[in-house]
T-cell receptor, first 113, second 109 residues
Framework: NAGVMQNPRHLVRRRGQEARLRCSPMKGHSHVYWYRQLPEEGLKFMVYLQKENIIDESGMPKERFSAEFPKEGPSILRIQQVVRGDSAAYFC???????????FGPGTRLLVL | DAKTTQPPSMDCAEGRAANLPCNHSTISGNEYVYWYRQIHSQGPQYIIHGLKNNETNEMASLIITEDRKSSTLILPHATLRDTAVYYCIVRPVGNKLTFGGGTRVLVQP
């Protein structure tokens, strides 16, 4: 059973470009969580999605960031008009339901030049 | 969410047991104690969790005090590959994980 998959593992963008980060949850998992880890800091919750629904986006920046988890395909975290402060590791986690343990993917490291 | 307090760092000798403490004095009755670790810059790895009773799996043991205000993660035979940052998290059912600073564990030969 494959674990949580994220791609790309590394992404370089110039200021003003868009970044798209993908997360494929573990088989049978329909709940996805996104977290961000700034350099030398702890992980911070961003958003929690269930298939086709955003459940909790209390940690999402108000502008430029959006997330989706369509009926088919991976969850996408989209960052528009990236700035240098967006440089971080972005991790997603999945669980089969909201009560169960979250399992993390390897992360996407975004570098904004 | 209840906050947790962990020592910022600790050293451990290879082959010995590592005991990692965590205080969570404001924990609520429906909040679980979760432990994750993050090796270098990898994704957090789930270790173990519990509500009231002590728990054991192939990775570690979790000892929760009777009043649930503190817990200890025990790695029975630490190896060099156990060097990581260990996070103790209290989590209501169905809620997001709130990571603190964790304990940076260095296992030395």
């Amino acid at each position: 059973n494959a674990g949580v998959m994220q791609n790309p593992r590394h992404l370089v963008r110039r200021r003003g470009q868009e970044a798209r980060l993908r997360c494929s949850p573990m088989k049978g998992h329909s709940h996805v969580y996104w977290y961000r880890q700034l350099p030398e800091e702890g992980l911070k919750f961003m958003v929690y999605l269930q298939k086709e629904n955003i459940i909790d986006e209390s940690g999402m920046p108000k502008e430029r960031f959006s997330a989706e988890f369509p009926k088919e395909g991976p969850s996408i975290l989209r960052i528009q008009q990236v700035v240098r402060g967006d440089s971080a590791a972005y991790f997603c986690a999945s669980s089969p339901n909201k009560q169960e343990t979250q399992y993390f993917g390897p992360g996407t490291r975004l570098l904004v030049l | 969410d209840a906050k947790t307090t962990q020592p910022p760092s600790m050293d451990c000798a290879e082959g010995r047991a590592a005991n990692l403490p965590c205080n969570h004095s404001t924990i609520s009755g429906n909040e679980y104690v979760y432990w994750y670790r993050q090796i270098h810059s990898q994704g957090p790895q789930y270790i173990i969790h519990g509500l009231k009773n002590n728990e054991t799996n192939e990775m570690a043991s979790l000892i929760i005090t009777e009043d649930r205000k503190s817990s200890t993660l025990i790695l029975p035979h630490a190896t060099l590959r156990d060097t990581a940052v260990y996070y103790c998290i209290v989590r209501p059912v169905g809620n997001k994980l709130t990571f603190g600073g964790g304990t940076r564990v260095l296992v030395q030969p």
